[in-house]
């Protein structure tokens, strides 16, 4: 079926120039036909008219004050306007303009030099519709293939935190929930969703440096010997160097570094303190121990999470982030935080 023609609407509260307009365009559009500023401004909300032929000296509303409403509301600001009017000043013109109208035809006008002008602008309307389209379309594309690509890291994630697991059982699950501790702790301080989906990603990955570690002394059922416990501090080490060629939109690989450091100074590998160590990875770092301190060891039971949170305010502003410790204790205390063991059977950690 052919598209129909397009609508314009003729405004002008004197006969004559109506009759000159309708005979000048009939052939080629629709018409609609208002005499005042009012009638005007319901035809438009109706019919949604293609393009808006407008008189400027009529009584009760002028054009320009038509203008301004329609360009105010922003169901009718597309539309194109032509203002058509005796008024030949320069100044007239540059009003007309900055209301938004697209174009300016002095009376008398001649017919042919009215139907340019219109099939002109409804052809750069109709160019208009048509880039908004695509780009919309584009948009979508562009969406469709961000969510697959983001499908994707999640997946080499997830396999990366597989990895470590794999080798050690007492693990299984760690690093997905202190993922999820540190991201409720990061939401409940106010961080932006953004700054968290970091957070999130540096805690699925925190642990990655210790498959460089022997499974000997990932499931140890006793104390590690001195020289065994200076080994597996390099896994945050390891766990940079495998991550930071990655070009992630957020410092995870700084992150994970840095998840043993403590206020102190006392923590690993850089012995890093105070402002020196990173908002989030002060954050991962509460995360990490309060699920470490809850969860079975080979070498004791576990402790369960009233000792744990015990044990972390006991440590409150010396090695872990006040704020950080706080948002966490209320996550358990009010916040109805609960670890999701579910995905991973028994519950099992590491904080070696």
């Avoid at 160097?241 to 992630?248: Q, R, V, W, Y």
Wanted: charged residues 25%; glycine residues 6%; proline residues 5%.
């Amino acid at each position: 079926m052919n598209a129909p023609r397009p609508l314009v609407l003729i405004v002008d509260d004197n006969a004559t120039n109506i009759d000159l307009l309708v005979n000048t365009l009939k052939s080629e559009y629709r018409l609609g036909i208002a005499k005042n500023g009012s009638n005007a401004l319901a035809y438009v909300a109706k019919h949604r008219p293609d393009l808006v032929l407008l008189d400027i000296m009529m009584p009760e509303m002028d054009g320009y004050e038509v203008c301004r409403r329609m360009k105010a509301d922003p169901q009718t600001a597309a539309i194109p306007v032509i203002f058509i009017t005796a008024m030949s000043e320069t100044v007239n013109k540059t009003t007309g303009f900055e209301l938004g109208a697209v174009d300016y035809i002095t009376k008398p006008f001649h017919a042919a030099e009215v139907k340019a002008r219109i099939r002109t602008h409804l052809s750069m309307e109709e160019m208009r519709l048509r880039l908004a389209s695509q780009n919309e379309i584009l948009e979508q594309q562009v969406a469709s293939k961000t969510a697959e690509i983001r499908d994707m890291l999640n997946a080499s994630i997830q396999s990366m935190a597989l990895m470590v697991e794999i080798r050690d059982p007492y693990t299984a699950g760690h690093q997905q929930r202190v993922s999820q501790l540190a991201c409720a702790i990061a939401e409940r301080m106010g961080l932006a969703a953004e700054t968290i989906e970091g957070i999130r990603i540096a805690g699925l990955l925190h642990d990655v440096g210790k498959i460089r570690i022997p499974v000997s002394i990932l499931s140890r059922a006793g104390r590690l010997l001195d020289a065994e416990h200076e080994m597996l501090k390099i896994h945050p080490q390891v766990s940079f160097d495998i991550l930071k060629a990655i070009p992630f939109p957020w410092p995870v690989a700084q992150m994970v570094l840095q998840h043993h450091e403590r206020l102190d100074g006392s923590g690993y590998p850089q012995g890093l303190s105070g402002d020196g160590i990173l908002p989030e990875a002060k954050i991962l770092a509460v995360a990490d121990v309060t699920e470490a301190n809850s969860s079975f060891r080979p070498y004791r039971p576990a402790n369960g999470i009233k000792a744990a949170l015990d044990r972390l305010t006991q440590q409150k502003g010396t090695r872990y982030d006040a704020q950080a410790v706080v948002a966490c204790v209320e996550l358990f205390d009010d916040g109805g935080f609960a670890f999701d063991y579910g995905a991973n059977g028994n519950g099992n950690g590491d904080f070696r």
